[in-house]
């Protein structure tokens, strides 16, 4: 990874799969960060 990498997306609207995509990965920093915070976990990268 790299930590200044980003992603730039195109798209005229969010499709329901999209939206769940999102929604999803949403979901899942969430839960990282609550793990992190934890348990003192500072991530680097």
Do not use: C, F, W
Not at 8 to 16: E, S, V, W
Not at 17 to 42: F, P, W, Y
Request: charged share 30%.
């Amino acid at each position: 990874r790299n930590v200044r990498g980003k992603a730039i997306l195109y798209a005229d609207r969010i499709t329901r799969s999209m939206r769940a995509a999102i929604d999803e990965t949403e979901r899942r920093r969430a839960k990282q960060l609550a793990h992190n915070a934890a348990h003192g976990i500072v991530p680097t990268t």
